[in-house]
T-cell receptor, first 112, second 117 residues
Framework: QKEVEQDPGPLSVPEGAIVSLNCTYS??????FMWYRQYSRKGPELLMYTYSSGNKEDGRFTAQVDKSSKYISLFIRDSQPSDSATYLC????????????FGSGTRLLVRP | GAVVSQHPSRVICKSGTSVKIECRSLDFQATTMFWYRQFPKQSLMLMAT?????????EQGVEKDKFLINHASLTLSTLTVTSAHPEDSSFYIC?????????????FGPGTRLLVL
């Protein structure tokens, strides 16, 4: 079993829809949770960073962490065609020197 | 803030030659940088952790003599693929730890696409 599980998709939604992306994990030592967006042939771009449990909002993006369930989510409101990309969840722990453990990535397609 | 650059963005070389890829943190100092490899439609695979002023730490299965890493300053790490072969063709991405969100996050460069003929 992988440390971090993420549905690879692809996920296809119409423009304006609310998108929900999720990851589950098994290592209870993870404390830092990130979402990256990666366009084709580009490096990942940090979207959201959350420490421990809770919610964080930034514009159209909301990140949620539920440590009790070992489950994290990224919500995208009013999705746009420009949001079409691969979304990677990543997490790390202090005792692993902050090495990032990535999910496999979810491909998102927002249809005009 | 928190910008990481990579050079070159693309490189094509003949089998047997060596290729150097540079990774720079432009607006922050990074004591730790990471090198990843990514195959099409797959997630990132960590190759090594590069610490300024010390030897790199390689992940299991990564040949340290094939992938030479040097982290000579707080803003520059280099990856040299020695005696490259077609199976080394891949997308190489570096990241730097730190920046405006602190030591727990990594900021990634734009990647270098290597094609070995």
């Amino acid at each position: 079993q992988k440390e971090v599980e993420q549905d690879p998709g692809p996920l296809s939604v119409p423009e304006g829809a609310i998108v929900s992306l999720n990851c589950t994990y098994s290592n209870s030592a993870f404390q830092y949770f990130m979402w990256y967006r990666q366009y084709s042939r580009k490096g990942p771009e940090l979207l959201m960073y959350t420490y421990s449990s809770g919610n964080k909002e930034d514009g159209r993006f909301t990140a949620q962490v539920d440590k009790s369930s070992k489950y994290i989510s990224l919500f995208i409101r009013d999705s746009q065609p420009s949001d079409s990309a691969t979304y990677l969840c990543a997490m790390s722990a202090v005792d692993s020197s902050y090495k990032l453990i990535f999910g496999s990535g979810t491909r998102l397609l927002v249809r005009p | 803030g928190a910008v990481v650059s990579q050079h070159p963005s693309r490189v094509i070389c003949k089998s047997g030659t060596s290729v150097k890829i540079e990774c720079r943190s432009l607006d922050f100092q990074a004591t730790t940088m990471f090198w990843y490899r990514q195959f099409p439609k797959q997630s990132l695979m960590l190759m090594a952790t590069s610490n300024e002023g010390s030897k790199a730490t390689y992940e299991q299965g990564v040949e340290k003599d094939k992938f030479l890493i040097n982290h000579a300053s707080l803003t520059l790490s280099t990856l040299t693929v020695t005696s490259a072969h077609p199976e080394d063709s891949s997308f190489y991405i570096c990241s730097a730890r730190g920046g405006e969100t602190g030591e727990e996050t990594q900021y990634f460069g734009p990647g270098t696409r290597l094609l070995v003929l």
